[in-house]
């Protein structure tokens, strides 16, 4: 964790009063300020187009945490994290993932195009003045080089410089929304609690826990975040617990288990994308995204002794087209496949 006063570097956008190109310099945090001395040792007032800085005394070895605007994604670009956004969108990888991933990719692609009005009239959070963020912790979680044990192990290290690094760049924490897939949901939900109670917290399949101190004892979904909505899948790798002020558990016709714990994200982002694409309209009323109790909105009216915390299962259904949509049935509480009539399963 880099400390005031300490070398660090940075990729930082130069406003065209001071140069009329961007760059990356070395320079010298002074994060109550906000100044940055480039490398003449001049302050200048910039905003970073990401920011990267390792871990200390991470489990198996430090690695390098990076948080990234989704426009600057794999093309060098200059959008800044803003400190005015009305919302800032923070979105984390799982287990040997990166924000190169398909769906992860896609998960933040969609967000941005939302943002940028792609898909007008979708009720959720996500406004014209918001920014999407990808968090990078690749090198803490590669298969190829570590067991699953030891990138679990490191999910609270990553949500710590996680939210150091959304200090340093001057972010709101109480306009953050982090979603997380997988392991990526308690590296979102570490770096909600070092951030103080953030806006909402949206956990997709977040990992089964294996005894792994890390994960037993994450921080509670519920704790950290002013509304936290965790949706689950019947795959082997998610759990079964939830810690969240509502849980939604969604069931996968025709497709292998353990496929469900990555199509959760696609299923996800293709219903807050196109909600009205079922030809129930069910995502449409449902909110996908939202900092406030939807379970009376759908006539659930449920509590969290029903069938172990989950308000209610969705039937996820892929269309012609290839998106993912869902039926119109809402079953209260979590519901077994054996449980749904007329539903068929490959």
Not at 41 to 54: H, K
Not at 199 to 216: K, M
Not at 284 to 294: A, K, V
Request: charged residues 20%; proline residues 4%; without cysteine.
């Amino acid at each position: 964790m880099t400390k005031d006063g300490e070398d660090f570097y940075g990729s930082f956008r130069i406003p065209n009063s001071v140069a009329p190109e961007s760059y990356q310099v070395k320079a010298i945090v002074n994060s109550s300020q906000g100044f940055y001395a480039d490398a003449l040792g001049q302050l200048i007032n910039v905003g970073y187009s990401s920011l990267w800085q390792p871990t200390e005394n991470a489990e198996g070895g430090n690695f390098n945490v990076g948080i990234i605007p989704f426009d600057n994604l794999g093309n060098n670009g200059t959008q800044i994290i803003r400190t005015n956004a009305t919302n800032t969108w923070v979105v984390s990888h799982g287990f040997t993932g990166s924000p190169n991933n398909w769906n992860i990719n896609n998960l933040a692609r969609g967000l941005d195009e939302i943002v940028d009005g792609k898909w007008p009239g979708i009720n959720t959070l996500i406004g014209s003045n918001d920014q999407v963020l990808v968090v990078d912790w690749s090198q803490g979680a590669d298969r190829w080089l570590i067991d699953y044990g030891t990138g679990a192990s490191r999910v609270d290290d990553a949500g710590r410089e996680v939210a150091d690094m959304l200090r340093k760049a001057g972010v709101n924490p109480q306009s953050v929304n982090f979603i997380g897939h997988s392991l990526g949901a308690y590296v979102s939900a570490y770096a909600a609690q070092n951030l103080g109670e953030v806006n909402t917290l949206t956990l997709l399949d977040p990992a089964i826990e294996f005894s792994i101190n890390t994960l037993v004892n994450a921080p509670r979904f519920d704790n950290v975040s002013k509304f936290a909505t965790q949706f689950g899948s019947t795959t082997t790798l998610g759990t079964q617990r939830t810690t969240a002020d509502e849980s939604y558990w969604v069931d996968f016709a025709g497709i292998n288990f353990n496929d469900e714990h990555g199509d959760v994200v696609t299923w996800f982002i293709d219903n807050l994308r196109r909600p009205n694409t079922s030809p129930y309209g069910t995502m449409q009323s449902f909110d996908m995204l939202t900092n406030r109790p939807r379970t009376s909105k759908l006539n659930l009216n449920m509590n969290y002794n029903d069938r172990n915390g989950w308000e209610a299962t969705l039937i996820s259904e892929r269309r012609t087209d290839g998106w993912w949509t869902s039926r119109n049935e809402i079953w209260k509480g979590k519901v077994d496949r054996s449980e749904l009539p007329g539903v068929a399963y490959g």
